[in-house]
């Protein structure tokens, strides 16, 4: 009998001793994540929180899992999850912000963007989509300030140039506009939405029906299909 035991309490340390540990499955989490596996990588996190459940970064990485099969509630759950367990990082806090945005949730993604830039004021990402989310809320002052705050780290960046397009337009200056979505079309010929902003605010704000049409029929030659009925409506003889 104790023989018996002897050996079954051998066999379960066996056991115990092969289980991979929760550094194991985060770093297999990870390598999955990369690969797109989402659905896997978010197995391998599952499995961490299980051994540690306040583990704060694999709570994070599992949000960002969640993000990218884009299951935004779900997302949202384990960011706030990590962020309740480590408050001192930005990280899950401009993630929950992502999420946030995308559900459209302008004012919470900016409480969220406000802590992340709080907690590391050197991320250009930061003022990137805080300046989206105040755009969304029409704060176009506030954005255009963000915008800028970007543009330092990368003058030519044309995502933010764009939106920053969009901030002047809002704010009723449509040259200014219109002269950084020239330098944005200039960067990247192939920017169709950026053709079809600077179409329609040439004949909407200045009333350049040859140059908005010019414009109008680059951005649908590149795929833009809603530049068709401005063409249909406008630049038809």
Known sequence: MHKYLLKYFVFLLFITSCQPSAEDLFEAGVAALEKQEYQQSIEYFDRVVEIEENNPTAWNARGVAFFEMEAWDEAIDSFSRSIDLDSANYKPYFNRGNALMEKESFKEALYDYNMANGLDFNQPDIYYNRGLALLGLEMYDDALVDFDLA???????????????????????????????????????????????????????????????????????????????????????
């Open 151 to 237: 543009l330092r780290a990368n003058p030519e960046d044309t995502r933010v140039l764009f939106n920053k397009a969009k901030a002047l337009l809002g704010n009723n200056d449509p040259l200014t506009a219109i002269s950084i979505l020239n330098e944005v079309v200039s960067l990247d010929q192939r920017n169709a939405a950026a053709y079809y902003l600077l179409g329609v605010t040439e004949m909407s704000a200045l009333g350049n029906k040859e140059a908005g049409c010019t414009q109008l029929k680059m951005a649908l030659s590149l795929g833009y299909t809603q530049a068709k009925e401005w063409i249909d409506e406008f630049c038809e003889e």
